[in-house]
C-alpha cells in the first residue's frame, strides 16, 4: 500500500501491449529494481492489460525523488504467445512521488519583528 511516509513503495509500470497474466509470471521474480528490494508483482487494477504494479520494500529513508531503473528479467511476462528472450534495462522511470512531510520543527525566531 501506498502510504505517504515520504519512501517510495510501488512503481507502475506500462507494457508495450496488454499482456496475458495467466501466462505470465507475477511475483518478486519479475522485475530486479537498482537500490530497491521487489517483494512483490501483481497485476494491477486491471487483469489482462499493459500495467503490471511493483511493490518495493521501502529503502528506510526518504526518497520520494527517486527514478531507480527498472529490469524485466527475461520470460517472466508474455502477451500469450511470446516473452522477452532476453532481459530488458528501463532508464526511464518518471518521479510521480508527491512529497511528504518527513520532519517538522517548531521555531521562534521572528526577533521581535
Ligand atoms: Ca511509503
Ligand atoms: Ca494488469
Ligand atoms: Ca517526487
Given at each position: 500500500?501506498?502510504?505517504?511516509?515520504?519512501?517510495?513503495?510501488?512503481?507502475?509500470?506500462?507494457?508495450?501491449?496488454?499482456?496475458?497474466?495467466g501466462?505470465?509470471?507475477?511475483?518478486?521474480t519479475?522485475?530486479?529494481?537498482?537500490?530497491?528490494t521487489?517483494?512483490?508483482?501483481?497485476?494491477?487494477?486491471?487483469?489482462?492489460?499493459?500495467?503490471?504494479?511493483?511493490?518495493?520494500?521501502?529503502?528506510?529513508?526518504?526518497?520520494?525523488?527517486?527514478?531507480?531503473?527498472v529490469?524485466?528479467?527475461?520470460?517472466?511476462?508474455?502477451?500469450?504467445?511470446?516473452?522477452?528472450?532476453s532481459?530488458?534495462?528501463?532508464?526511464?522511470t518518471?518521479?510521480?512521488?508527491?512529497?511528504?512531510?518527513?520532519?517538522?520543527?517548531?521555531?521562534?525566531?521572528?526577533?521581535?519583528?
Amino acid at each position: 500500500m501506498s502510504d505517504n511516509d515520504g519512501q517510495i513503495d510501488q512503481i507502475l509500470v506500462t507494457l508495450s501491449e496488454a499482456i496475458t497474466d495467466g501466462s505470465s509470471t507475477l511475483n518478486n521474480t519479475t522485475f530486479t529494481v537498482a537500490g530497491y528490494t521487489v517483494s512483490n508483482t501483481t497485476t494491477g487494477a486491471s487483469a489482462n492489460d499493459n500495467k503490471v504494479l511493483i511493490t518495493l520494500t521501502e529503502s528506510g529513508s526518504a526518497d520520494t525523488d527517486a527514478t531507480p531503473n527498472v529490469v524485466l528479467v527475461a520470460a517472466k511476462i508474455s502477451d500469450g504467445s511470446s516473452a522477452l528472450a532476453s532481459d530488458q534495462t528501463f532508464t526511464g522511470t518518471t518521479d510521480t512521488a508527491p512529497p511528504a512531510i518527513i520532519a517538522a520543527n517548531t521555531l521562534d525566531d521572528d526577533c521581535g519583528t
